[in-house]
């Protein structure tokens, strides 16, 4: 790939971007690293880490040009009270004023809307079913609308938008299924011009990113309009210096690089499948959990059995022969006295049942 001089110099990626990935693996950072300056940069802070550094800018002269702290801003306020003041925030926002917005982390605003459409239901669709089930229905694709509408207000304020969000696990039902999977409804996966899952990187402080969702751009010949994918499906070490490379010289149909292409783990994760060995690896789980579970039973069965045994009374030879004689006892043991305990123990179960 031929390196382009200055990348940064402009940024001229726009539209919706999706950061999501492993904890602690530099979201945040890479959404901070976009290109442009503090001032063009409109931050609204749900995660709490981010105060630390609009602070520190704050001090050098070069604040954001927007930062709101809405966890202390919006200390014990439920749902709906805390969507009427996000939207009261983007509200006041000037129209193209700013080159970046980043929400971080956008999960809890989110889950604002279908409450929201449930506070007021006729405020944003004028009829619905009578039917309770389908309903419920309408009421969630007019909050997925919403979410939309808002998304697209987010950029006539700043032509990209960064949203971030944490994984979470996935279920079936009630029922984990040992997987984890961005925690974003259906809006921001389809608004997203692309995606990035970021991953904790052995051979660099900036992660791994597995592109969930592809970047392209178009380009016009005489066959007339071309789409180009701009990413391989996995950019290490992923930074906005390394994704503006990609713009300038896109991958395309070439051949991706073993550095650029994902393992079999990274597959998995990409195209929410896994692979034979880790099926192997998950039923090789199963059988060592049963069996753990299997020797915790027996284990706990011989303690009872030693309980059991410890309370009963102990019957010595001379209660045999108090009890039932000696010709009996003889008798029992095939003709002769019995000796040792376990010729006791016999005798007394022949005698005793």
Not at 52 to 77: C, H, R
Request: proline share 7%; charged share 25%; hydrophobic share 40%.
């Amino acid at each position: 790939m031929t390196n382009k001089p200055n990348p940064l110099t402009l940024n001229p990626i726009t539209g919706l971007v999706h950061i999501t990935g492993e904890p602690d693996t530099g979201k945040t950072t890479l959404a901070l690293s976009c290109g442009f300056k503090p001032e063009e940069i409109v931050f609204f802070d749900d995660d709490v880490k981010t105060q630390s550094i609009a602070d520190m800018l704050k001090a050098q002269g070069t604040p954001f040009g927007v930062y709101e702290n809405l966890t202390k801003a919006s200390l014990g306020m439920r749902e709906v009270e805390y969507h009427s003041l996000v939207m009261s925030k983007i509200n006041a926002l000037p129209v193209g004023k700013f080159k970046a917005f980043i929400f971080d982390t956008w999960t809890r605003f989110e889950n604002t809307f279908n409450p929201t459409i449930q506070e007021n239901p006729l405020k944003y669709r004028k009829y619905y079913s009578p039917n309770g089930t389908f309903k419920g229905v309408e009421m969630w694709k007019a909050a997925f609308d919403l979410e939309a509408a808002v998304i697209d207000q987010m950029t006539q304020v700043a032509p990209l938008v960064i949203l971030i969000t944490h994984l979470k696990d996935h279920a079936i039902g009630s029922a984990k299924t040992g997987k984890e999977v961005p925690d974003c409804k259906k809006p921001v996966i389809e608004k997203a011009r692309f995606r990035i899952w970021t991953r904790h990187n052995s051979s660099s402080p900036a992660p791994i990113g597995l592109v969930l969702k592809r970047l392209s751009k178009v380009e016009v010949g005489p066959e007339g309009i071309r789409p180009i994918n701009v990413l391989p499906r996995k950019i290490n070490p992923c930074t906005w210096r390394r994704i503006l490379e990609y713009w300038n010289d896109p991958i395309g149909d070439r051949e991706p690089s073993a550095d650029e292409m994902p393992n079999a783990f990274e597959l998995s994760i990409l195209d929410d499948a896994l692979t034979a060995d880790q099926k192997d690896a998950l039923h090789i789980n199963a059988i060592e959990a049963d069996n753990a579970v299997e020797e915790k039973n027996a284990e706990a069965r011989a303690r009872i059995e030693a309980k059991k045994a410890a309370q009963a009374p102990t019957i010595g030879l001379s209660d045999l022969i108090s009890s039932f004689g000696e010709e009996a006892v003889k008798e029992a043991n095939g003709g002769k006295m019995p000796e040792n305990e376990s010729e006791i123990a016999k005798v007394t179960k022949a005698l005793m049942g």
